[in-house]
């Protein structure tokens, strides 16, 4: 058997990066699912609980956010004289799934990113912002599969503040990616080399004051 | 790399077992010492008839809950034959702890409002004492929809106990799923995801009960959130923004008990907390959550516990990822029956098993 080295070895860096970086998400993610306090939106009219989201269950989160003084991650974007745009508070992130992108559209005074007095410094998964709260979507965001009175999936947004979760790893061990040639990986004939990342790294909740699980569910349906 | 791993366990009588492993499985063979003959971790060795004695797992192309099993024929003296075979229910099931997915829906027809709550199902709920469950769809009690709560006794097929507090509540039609099993790992990785209070005490010291069976340890520090309708709201955080704490003093997993004590906290003299039953929905739950860590160097399932050197670093509480993959080893009658078998049966025996991770597998 013959490989050729390089253009395999391309493909599987970038596979792998991939792979880390969504396992870290995931990691994150569970660790959030797990240790941040939750709280239903109930201000809604799906008739259900968690009810859909609402601007109103958004100030409550950032309510009691502010109230265990708790600081915002995004600063203010001031407004321009740009037509359409307004300007954007000062912010938590809330990082949710992909899936709320329509109940999000579908909110009174949801704000979308091109709509920004200023779309500099965007991430690539801001979606919007309403009140406070500045929406990452992803789809490895946290759903509680059947969790809600009515038994549909519930869609977890997490406001994390400011120092209030953090990583930790083991010196040298934040992530590596390690190859190992053919002369490693088989010496005998040298017909395989292998490539993969290992990482030994923890995230925490530092102050689950500083933190909120917003449950809700859809009202615009999949 | 080729990657080969050993074990061996003791089973428990008529329970499946998890063994937690890391590595992909590429092959698991697994051999009852105890019903081959052989004497072995405190197991007094028993050639017997008509018992599986070896099975054989490929996930690549088995399907999960199936094995290859080779099973003894009647023993003559010192030895007996064997039979080979498929076992087609309770074999071997590679597990995801972080993808399980709710089981099937069971319709309930009923539930019995009081201190402790006895559901009861339409058809056979198939549930164990451990399992934890969650109702849903309570068209005459929305307030209890979506609660996870563990089962604490199984009254028949199609009744089971939960320590849920529904004297408040109208009984109800619904629905109820397994949401975790017993014999697995959760499938949050670091805390059951809906940990409810059950009941709090007025009581010096305060003593607090949760719907699921929970992992907190001595020394844990947690807070509380306790929605208003909930009543107690001296244990929520205050407008100053410091939150109230409280430091866990005992604690009692058992099934069926699921308590915390907190000694430093003397609730006597607070409001009751009660579920506050019909008419109070949509509404948030009352939770505890895992605040901070006592310097106890407490690890949940390592052991020794607390570990015996002090004051070293680790990442306990609600930084230990209690989550993992494996490999679940189906319990039955111990045959290959296809209506009652299982390749552990109900006696207690000793088991040795080999994980293979393939370096290639063809085709």
């Not at chain 1, 941040?36 to 989201?53: K, L, M, Q, Y």
């Not at chain 1, 109103?56 to 265990?68: E, F, I």
């Not at chain 1, 969790?147 to 997490?158: K, T």
């Not at chain 1, 010196?171 to 017909?191: C, N």
Request: glycine share 8%; with cysteine; hydrophobic share 40%.
């Amino acid at each position: 058997m013959l490989i050729n080295e390089d253009p395999v070895l391309n493909s599987a860096v970038s596979t792998l990066g991939q792979s880390l970086r969504e396992t870290e998400d995931q990691l994150a993610r569970s660790m959030m699912e797990g240790g941040a306090p939750p709280i239903n939106c109930t201000s809604g009219t799906n008739g259900d609980n968690p009810t859909n989201i609402t601007p109103l269950d958004c100030s409550k989160a950032v309510r009691l956010l502010r109230t265990a003084n708790a600081q915002f991650i995004m600063d203010l974007i001031e407004g321009e004289l740009r037509f359409g745009t307004a300007p954007v508070r000062t912010c938590f992130f809330g990082l949710t799934h992909t899936n709320l992108s329509a109940d999000l559209d579908q909110m009174v005074g949801f704000q979308n990113v091109s709509q920004y007095s200023n779309t500099a410094n965007l991430l690539q998964s801001e979606w919007g912002t309403v009140r406070n709260i500045r929406f990452l979507l992803s789809s490895v965001g946290s759903i509680s599969a059947l969790a809600s009175a009515l038994g549909q999936d519930v869609y977890n947004i997490f406001l994390p503040g400011q120092e209030s979760y953090d990583m930790v790893d083991l010196d040298g061990y934040s992530a590596q990616f390690i190859y190992a040639p053919p002369e490693i990986a088989s010496p005998r004939l040298r017909l395989y080399q292998t490539a993969g990342w290992k990482m030994a790294q923890v995230f925490n909740i530092t102050n689950t004051s500083w933190i909120v699980n917003l449950r809700c569910t859809l009202a615009v349906a999949l | 790399m080729t990657q080969i791993t050993t074990g061996a366990f003791v089973n428990v009588a008529s329970t499946p077992k998890f063994i937690p492993l890391s590595q992909k499985i590429d092959l698991f063979r697994l051999w009852n010492l105890t019903m081959s003959g052989v004497t072995a971790l405190g197991v007094s060795g028993s050639l017997t008839s008509t018992r599986i004695v070896e099975a054989i797992f490929n996930p690549n192309y088995m399907s999960n809950g199936t094995a290859m099993i080779r099973q003894n024929g009647t023993v003559v003296g010192i030895l007996a034959p064997l039979n080979n075979g498929v076992a087609a229910i309770n074999g071997f099931t590679v597990i995801n702890a972080s993808t399980q997915l709710p089981g099937p829906s069971v319709v309930v027809n009923s539930f019995v409002p009081g201190t402790t709550t006895v559901w009861t199902t339409n058809t056979p709920h198939g549930f164990l004492v451990g399992d934890i469950v969650r109702v849903t769809s309570l068209t005459s009690a929305p307030e209890l929809g979506g609660l996870s709560m563990t089962v604490t006794a199984v009254g028949s097929t199609t009744t089971f106990t939960t320590l849920l507090n529904s004297s408040n509540s109208l009984t109800s039609v619904g629905v109820v799923q397994k949401v975790g099993n017993v014999n697995l790992p959760m499938r949050a990785l670091y805390y059951p995801e809906v940990r409810v209070i059950a009941a709090i005490t007025k009581a010096n010291p305060m003593v607090v009960t949760t719907l699921v069976q929970q992992n907190y340890q001595v020394g844990d520090v947690v807070r509380f959130a306790i929605p208003t309708q909930f009543g107690m709201q001296q244990l929520n955080t205050p407008n100053s923004g410091l939150p109230f704490q409280a430091t866990v003093s005992a604690v009692n997993n058992a099934v069926g008990t699921q308590t915390l004590t907190f000694a430093n906290v003397d609730s006597t003299n607070f409001t009751a907390f009660a579920f506050p039953g019909t008419g109070f929905f949509p509404t948030s739950f009352p939770y505890l959550i895992p605040q901070g860590e006592g310097n106890l160097n407490n690890l949940n399932n390592i052991v020794p516990s607390p570990l015996p050197y002090g004051n070293q670093d680790i990442l306990g509480f609600a930084r230990q990822n209690q989550g993992a993959n494996g490999i679940l080893i189906g319990a039955g009658d111990g045959t290959n029956s296809a209506t009652t078998g299982g390749i552990i049966g109900s006696t207690v025996d000793a088991w040795m098993w080999e994980a293979v991770t393939s370096l290639q597998t063809f085709p």
